[in-house]
């Protein structure tokens, strides 16, 4: 969508059909739909409803909005996620966040699947984003600028919200995970990474590399819109243990943490 109104209209689509205006954001990531679970009094809208919005085809994504209630504050969720791997461009991957933003939330909350390429992580060890690397592939805010967003040129320094980071490092200390802060590569996929490219990766300074996210977080970056995201390591990167990757093993190790994780993304929500 290129046209400001266009994103006006996919909002107005979603808020006609809420009883209030949503606080927060959360967008889901791959076998990390349980926290959905937590939202009282549930309404759903399904992405192939909303005017505008894409449509997700990727495995363990349910592909709808949820909204409703976590710890006493209007939440919408994304349950299903859009990835650069699915086919969409950079530029198509701005639509979810700016829909998001337009209803009206004041922080979105973002979690992902990832490999640990960060030797001291293990399976099942969660990342606060503190920052990534995106070294390859456009950007979703290519093309002509649309003002009322945010700058055709616009800052990345504080694009992770040193606020929302700071209430996210006293939940973990809460919490059962084993919680680390950390970077971000992103690559495109779908395929894995090889063992050189992890080793690579590791040299510039990458803890977690994964295909989502960071599209992301710099639509919300551009139009001003707080971030905290948060990432489960679902396997090792590739090359650091000796089996092969599998789609699977990222599912598995999801089960097993689905209510911790839950649970702190709760206590997010409501400290934010
Ligand atoms: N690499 C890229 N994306 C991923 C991985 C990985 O090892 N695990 C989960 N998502």
Do not use: W
């Not at 050189?196 to 590791?202: G, P, S, V």
């Amino acid at each position: 969508m290129t046209r400001y109104q266009d994103y006006k209209n996919s909002a107005d689509f979603i808020l006609d059909r809420l009883d209030a205006v949503p606080e927060i954001g959360v967008i889901l990531g791959s076998g990390l739909g349980h926290f959905s679970d937590k939202i009282e009094n549930p309404i759903e809208i399904d992405y192939k409803d909303i005017p505008g919005f894409l449509i997700s085809t990727a495995a363990g994504h349910a592909g709808k909005l949820i909204y409703g209630t976590v710890a006493g504050k209007k939440v919408v969720c994304m349950s299903g996620r859009f990835h650069y791997y699915e086919g969409y461009e950079f530029e198509e991957l701005a639509v979810p966040v700016r829909v998001l933003k337009l209803l009206g939330i004041r922080a979105l909350i973002l979690t992902n699947a990832a490999g640990a390429v960060n030797t001291d992580y293990n399976v099942g060890d969660i990342m606060i984003i503190r920052d990534h690397i995106k070294l390859m592939g456009s950007s979703p805010m290519r093309g002509p600028n649309i003002d009322e967003f945010g700058p055709r040129f616009f800052d990345m320094t504080k694009a992770y919200s040193v606020d929302l980071r700071s209430i996210a490092r006293e939940c973990a200390a809460r919490s059962s995970l084993n919680v680390h802060e950390g970077v971000y590569f992103f690559t495109p996929g779908p395929q894995y990474e090889t063992p050189a490219e992890i080793k690579a990766i590791r040299v510039l300074g990458g803890d977690a590399v994964g295909m989502s996210t960071v599209t992301e977080v710099l639509t919300a970056a551009h139009c001003s819109l707080p971030v905290l995201a948060i990432s489960v390591m679902k396997n090792m990167a590739a090359g650091v243990l000796e089996q092969p990757l599998s789609m699977e093993e990222v599912i598995e190790t999801a089960n097993s943490i689905e209510e911790p994780f839950s649970e702190f993304i709760e206590d997010i929500i409501s400290h934010i």
